[in-house]
């Protein structure tokens, strides 16, 4: 069973450095994080996956309830192996248990196919967020299984 627990963004700085952010140091990418609690999956007392959430808008269309889920990622050593899903499960269900309704995120385009196999939908068209690629606003609800 997975080990996942909530840590702080500094548990998480390093490996979303790695995986998200090559073109930032780590202390950058910390000063640029948010206060949102992190997810991180652990394994051999590392963290090998992480993502956070936290209650925000979504764009065009916000509602109440609606939590955004932001610094997905798994080490490239142990991808395809279940930990990114474990963390995604991780982190809807923290929002859930606190209300949240729906939780969407800007996903990179080559994420989309993980995220649609977990219920998240496309809305919109395909945009450029500056110095990292193509996105999808992506949504889906808190019901149902994760
Ligand atoms: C997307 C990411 C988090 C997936 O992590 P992972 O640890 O490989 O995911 P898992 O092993 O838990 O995969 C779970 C399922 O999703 C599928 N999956 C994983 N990545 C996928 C992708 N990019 N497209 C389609 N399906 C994918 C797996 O095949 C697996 O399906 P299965 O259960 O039917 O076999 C990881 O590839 C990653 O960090 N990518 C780079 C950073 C990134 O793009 N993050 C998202 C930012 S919006």
């Known amino acids: 069973m997975a080990d996942v627990r909530v840590v702080t963004a500094a548990d998480t700085a390093a490996l979303r450095q790695a995986v998200l952010r090559p073109h930032q140091t780590v202390d950058e990418v910390l000063a640029a994080s948010d206060d949102a609690p992190g997810?991180?999956?652990y394994e051999g007392g590392r963290a090998v996956a992480c993502a956070s959430t936290r209650a925000e808008p979504m764009p065009d269309d916000p509602r109440p309830g609606d939590?955004?889920?932001?610094g997905m990622a798994s080490d490239p050593a142990v991808r395809g192996q279940g930990y990114g899903a474990a963390a995604l499960a991780a982190a809807v269900d923290y929002a859930r248990d606190r209300g949240a309704q729906r939780v969407?995120?800007?996903?990179?385009?080559?994420?989309?196919?993980?995220?649609?196999?977990?219920?998240f939908t496309t809305v919109g068209d395909e945009f450029g967020i500056d110095g990292?690629?193509?996105h999808y606003l992506m949504v889906r609800s808190t019901s149902g299984s994760t």
């Open 104 to 119: 969407w995120c800007n996903a990179r385009k080559p994420a989309r196919g993980f995220y649609e196999r977990y219920g």
């Open 132 to 134: 990292i690629g193509p």
């Open 39 to 41: 997810i991180a999956v």
């Open 67 to 70: 939590w955004r889920l932001r």
